[in-house]
């Protein structure tokens, strides 16, 4: 069965740092790849879509990077803040005609500062 | 953007009831919304998905009989727990999405649900 995983739990940096979040996924060949962020006891809002034939996506201080070989994405903040501090998800996904997504237990980012 | 409103965001029940949540797209029609739980510290787990004007898809594992939907229009679902138990405690969220399948989801702000 598809598998997603995204291999740090938390990540601590210092603000003005980059920080970069992992998603890994088994089994499975996506046709795209979603990243989200969560606060605290609300739900997920959605930063970046990044599709099978895109290499790399960028918005603002955020760039999604999708390698189809390793099955892995990458999520980059540039120039970190505090205010980035959040859990940041990763999406894809699993088959069915309504677009079903599987998300990955997701990073805990801190930025100090 | 697109907004989707949850309500209650917080509802304490005691053990054996049955608490209903609302989840309405605001401002776009949504043919479909889904129902997700979270435990601490784990990821979104999809409950079901909610067709309007016809029968939830429900995901393995999840009764249909305990976990009740409802999408009686196009921006109006619910999900109703019934006769609820302590390990129904949990926190339930919705989304919908206001274009096509590969487009993003718009999360409600979830509910919190704590059975005593």
């Known amino acids: 069965s598809q598998k997603i995983e995204q291999n740090s739990e938390a990540l601590n940096i210092q603000e003005g740092k980059t920080a970069t979040l992992t998603c890994n996924y088994t089994?499975?060949?996506?046709?795209?790849l979603q990243w989200y962020r969560q606060d605290p006891g609300r739900g997920p809002v959605f930063l970046l879509l990044?599709?099978?034939?895109?290499k790399e996506k960028r918005k603002e201080r955020l760039k999604v990077t999708f390698d189809t070989t390793l099955k892995q994405s990458l999520f980059h903040i540039t120039a970190s803040q505090p205010a980035d501090s959040a859990t940041y998800l990763c999406?894809?996904?699993?088959?069915?005609?309504?677009?079903?997504?599987?998300f990955g237990k997701g990073t805990k980012l801190s930025v100090k500062p | 953007g697109a907004v989707v409103s949850q309500h209650p965001s917080r509802v304490i029940c005691k053990s054996g009831t049955s608490v209903k949540i609302e989840c309405r797209s605001l401002?776009?029609?949504?043919?479909?919304m889904f129902w997700y739980r979270q435990f601490p510290k784990q990821s979104l787990m999809l409950m079901a998905t909610?067709?309007?004007?016809?029968?939830?898809?429900?995901e393995q594992g999840v009764e249909k009989d305990k976990f009740l939907i409802n999408h009686a229009s196009l921006t109006l679902s619910t999900l109703t727990v019934t006769s609820a138990h302590p390990e129904d405690s949990s926190f339930y969220i919705c989304?919908?999405?206001?274009?096509?399948?590969?487009?993003?989801?718009?999360f409600g702000n979830g509910t919190r649900l704590t059975v005593t």
């Open positions: 089994n499975y060949s996506p046709a795209y």
């Open positions: 990044i599709r099978e034939n895109e």
């Open positions: 999406a894809l996904p699993y088959g069915g005609s309504q677009g079903n997504l599987i």
């Open positions: 401002d776009f029609q949504a043919t479909t």
């Open positions: 909610s067709n309007e004007g016809s029968k939830a898809t429900y």
């Open positions: 989304s919908a999405r206001d274009q096509g399948t590969s487009s993003p989801l718009h």
